[in-house]
């Protein structure tokens, strides 16, 4: 019996340009953003600087994890306490936080079988009076209708911050993820598309929104340091009245996420290699379904999800530890005890008791999620969807078995 022996959560080594250059902050012992030398730019404003004309957006403010960036956004774009705060109920456990934190409700909007946001439910959940934000996740790299989603969020004054912690380098229809809201946030935490252990970014062309993002990330008055920031007097009518909720980034983090971003879009096309290999394979078998993903979403593919939507409970458990015996650990979003990262949205249950939302469950019953690390090859990928294969074919072929009939 074939079994993978690879890791799933072993990323590739950091580039050795950004080993030197942080070998070279550590030698100078100016590691705080704004510790530089007279006339020196810091690692961590030249990311800014590079990140902002990555995406295209006027502005960029690194800082200290990407779920820290939505707070920062959510607390910038005017969230008040009691607040609604549109958001996907398939999402990670750090965006209903980052809201939390602002003070804001979480209002979940479900999801469909392609993995996004339900658009028709959005635009129900956007009509309402006192619902103004919209915390959009890019979940799992799945990029919704964007042309939709804008026109629905501005037909009903509906504010939207991207969370593009799995899009960063995606696009829809050319234009940048991170770009159609009012603000973009990105994670740059070991898993995500750059590796800083932790990080984040925060894009926006709105000047007040990227002053008070600053501030907020704990600039005290130096903020004129920015280089992807607004003119200084943007600062002036609100640098009293914005609290510091110190998060910042730092320069040995921004030295070696530096040449990383100049690799990024040849790692994005690496990730998609993997992924064709992988959606070519798991497509050969019959009991699985792969999302449709629609021509004009240019994805980054650095995971891939599927579902078992014709099998029960129990069966999914069997197909799950099948696959890891063999080494194919699949993480799945039906587990009514949710494992691991968590994106269940009846687990947050600080939020008071949890919605109604029959659609999602359906979805994330049956669904599963591998990541592919760029330290797997084409090889590796198909040796595990052979492995994910055999075990549908022993378990599910009507010849097997044990097989229920139906
Ligand atoms: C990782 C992640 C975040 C938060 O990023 P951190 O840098 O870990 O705080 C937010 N949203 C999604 C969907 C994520 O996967």
């Known amino acids: 019996m074939t079994t993978f022996n690879k890791s799933f959560t072993q990323q590739e080594p950091i580039p050795e340009a950004g080993i030197e250059r942080a070998v070279a902050v550590m ?22 600087q590079e990140f902002a004309a990555y995406q295209g957006s006027r502005y960029c403010l690194a800082c200290a994890s990407g779920g820290y960036a939505l707070h920062v956004a959510m607390r910038a774009v005017g969230v008040q306490p009691g607040d609604k705060v549109l958001c996907n109920a398939f999402t990670l456990a750090p965006v209903p936080g980052a809201i939390h934190n602002a003070g804001g409700v979480p209002v979940f909007v479900e999801t469909t079988d392609d993995f996004t946001i339900d658009l028709d439910d959005l635009e129900h959940k956007a009509a309402a009076e006192d619902v103004h934000y919209l915390l959009l996740s890019h979940m799992r790299g799945h990029l919704a209708d964007m042309d939709r989603l804008m026109a629905i969020c501005n037909r009903h004054g509906v504010i939207v911050i991207e969370d593009c912690a799995h899009t960063m380098g995606a696009s829809w229809n050319g234009k940048k993820s991170g770009s159609f809201g009012r603000v973009g946030c990105f994670s740059t935490q070991t898993y995500k598309h750059m590796n800083s252990g932790e990080g984040g970014f925060l894009t926006t062309d709105d000047d007040e929104v990227m002053a008070r993002a600053i501030i907020y990330s704990g ?5 004129e340091r920015h280089l992807a920031a ?9 640098r009293f009245e914005t609290p510091n909720y110190s998060g910042r980034m730092d320069n040995l983090r921004a030295a070696i996420l530096r040449p990383q971003l100049a690799g990024l879009d040849e790692q994005c096309r690496r990730w998609n290699a993997l992924y064709r290999v992988t959606e070519a394979g798991l497509r050969q078998i ?4 792969l999302p449709e993903r629609p021509a004009a979403e240019q994805f980054v593919a650095s995971s891939i999800q599927f579902s078992l939507p014709d099998q029960r409970e129990a069966d999914i458990r069997r197909f799950l530890e099948r696959c890891e015996a063999r080494g194919v650990p699949l993480k799945w979003f039906g587990d009514a005890d949710p494992k691991g990262y968590t994106s269940r949205f009846d687990s947050w249950q600080y939020l008071g008791e949890p919605p109604s939302l029959p659609h999602t469950e359906r979805v994330l019953a049956t669904m599963c999620d591998m990541r592919l690390p760029l330290t797997f090859d084409e090889a590796d990928c198909r040796l595990i969807t052979r492995i994910i294969a055999e075990v549908c074919d022993e378990l599910f072929s009507s010849a097997a078995p044990g097989a229920h009939a139906n």
């Open 27 to 48: 030698r100078s012992g100016r590691l705080h953003r704004y510790n530089a030398a007279a006339g020196e730019a810091t690692e961590t404003e030249l990311l800014e």
């Open 219 to 223: 600039s005290y008055m130096l903020y």
């Open 230 to 238: 607004p003119p200084r007097d943007v600062f002036a009518r609100i």
């Open 286 to 289: 019959p009991c699985l379904r």
